[in-house]
């Protein structure tokens, strides 16, 4: 047994591999593909063998399928994408990752794959010149007794009699390849315009060791640029519960928690060119400029700890034009956006209602949460700023914020209830996470560790 060699980009988490393999008969596409699955210990999985797998098990799916066989009959686009989609969500092909091999052959099995989630890290494309692919397959010979393949020019039998009893297979002409080409043709045509983000292309002329190794490097390189660190954004109206929520996503994925104030009072008192412009500002108690708070989250994104760690931005974006450019700043892609909501009634209430007790620190809420005597209660404070006319400013506020940055984020944005106990707010948000990471292929090292 080999050891899996996935690789490990950022602490606690691990990069599943996501492949598709595609290219004309005799481009050493078999070749390739074992090549993969030694070397990343990926699950293969072809068309021909998912469908006779589905088929054997009796699945309602594969028993649909066999109908269609034993008539027969082409299977329907739909048919075929549920069984590849059923076949994709097994416990091997979690824990492994795939390289497909097949599939997809048409445009509307690849926007399904897509539509999924289930976007590759990289599309293998091997090309091969049309005068080769016919000279490997018009002398390939197999031998009916041991199932080897061999090639009359490249990979000749070790004997005579071996030679004697090879056969060649009757579509392997000259007439058949050609049309088999053609038709190839029209498929990868179709299908590679919907991976030209992850498509790579290798050239299959050459020996099989030399192929892999430019294959090798572009899934590494692929996997690395895969498994950055989660990027996470949490925003939510005053009392929301923001901070708790904020606490717990730090204690589970270990991100890096950015409040706006933190950053900007660490970049003052490292005295850094933004930090002194920053102060400035601050001094004379005016509002940053959209460019100088965005230069200042730009610096501290490149440190190491965000490298390493990934992040949790709390309070920024809080306009469009902060957002639109927190998105092109380069290797940020935000994971999840998380939305706390609650009603301005109970926001109110919240907060009306809430009291700090200025010897410990402790905060209490007179209704959700009162102090434990009378002691305590006696010497309460109230914040100047914990009332209903300054709270429904603040909320206010914050609603025209939300409003103006929510619209970059729609793919990612994820609605929270946080009218909720704090348990299941924090569940609603670990899902979310959770689910996020799945589409990216990611998960916890810890997670990958429990199932060996």
Do not use: W
Request: net charge negative; glycine share 8%.
């Amino acid at each position: 047994m080999f050891t899996v060699p996935i690789l490990i980009c950022f602490a606690g988490f691990s990069a599943l591999p996501r492949l598709i393999i595609s290219g004309p008969p005799a481009a050493g596409k078999g070749t390739a593909a074992q090549q993969i699955v030694d070397e990343y210990g990926v699950v293969h999985l072809s068309t021909g063998d998912i469908l006779r797998e589905a088929v054997t098990q009796g699945t309602p799916l594969g028993q649909e399928a066999k109908g269609y066989m034993d008539a027969g009959k082409l299977l329907p686009d739909g048919l075929v994408i549920n069984i590849v989609q059923e076949r994709l969500s097994s416990p091997d092909v979690k824990k492994k990752g795939f390289l497909l091999d097949g599939f997809p052959r048409t445009s509307g099995q690849a926007e399904a794959l897509l539509s999924q989630g289930m976007d590759p890290d990289l599309f293998i494309l091997l090309e091969a010149q049309e005068d080769l692919i016919v000279d490997r397959i018009t002398n390939r010979r197999i031998d009916p007794v041991t199932g080897d393949i061999y090639n009359m020019k490249t990979k000749p039998p070790p004997n005579e009699k071996v030679a004697k009893r090879l056969v060649q297979r009757k579509d392997d002409t000259v007439e058949a390849i050609k049309t088999r080409l053609e038709a190839y043709r029209g498929e990868c045509d179709a299908v590679v315009s919907c991976f030209e983000n992850v498509l790579t292309k290798v050239d299959g002329n050459r020996k099989a060791d030399t192929v892999f190794t430019d294959i090798r490097s572009a899934i590494d390189g692929a996997l690395t640029a895969k498994a950055s660190p989660l990027q996470l954004i949490i925003s939510g109206p005053p009392a929301a519960g923001k901070g708790t929520a904020a606490t717990g996503i730090v204690d589970r994925y270990g991100v890096v928690h950015l409040s706006t104030g933190d950053i900007l009072r660490e970049a003052v008192k490292q005295q850094t060119e933004l930090g002194k412009i920053a102060q400035e500002y601050m001094t004379e108690g005016r509002l940053l400029p959209d460019d100088i708070m965005i230069g200042i989250i730009r610096d501290r994104l490149q440190q190491a700890d965000i490298k390493e760690n990934g992040f949790l931005l709390d309070g920024f974006p809080r306009t469009k034009d902060q957002a639109d450019a927190l998105l092109a700043l380069d290797g940020v892609k935000v994971d999840a956006f998380i939305l706390l909501e609650a009603p301005d009634g109970l926001l109110l209430e919240r907060v009306v209602n809430r009291r700090v007790d200025p010897v410990t620190g402790n905060i209490y809420n007179l209704k959700f949460k009162p102090p434990p005597n009378d002691a305590v209660a006696n010497r309460l404070v109230q914040r100047r700023d914990d009332t209903e006319e300054a709270m429904s400013v603040r909320i206010s506020g914050y609603r025209k914020e939300c409003n103006a940055v929510m619209g970059s984020f729609e793919k990612v944005l994820v609605h929270v209830d946080a009218t909720q106990d704090s348990g299941l707010v924090m569940q609603n948000i670990q899902k979310a996470i959770d689910e996020a990471m799945d589409r990216r292929g990611i998960k916890f090292k810890s997670e990958e560790d429990d199932e060996d």
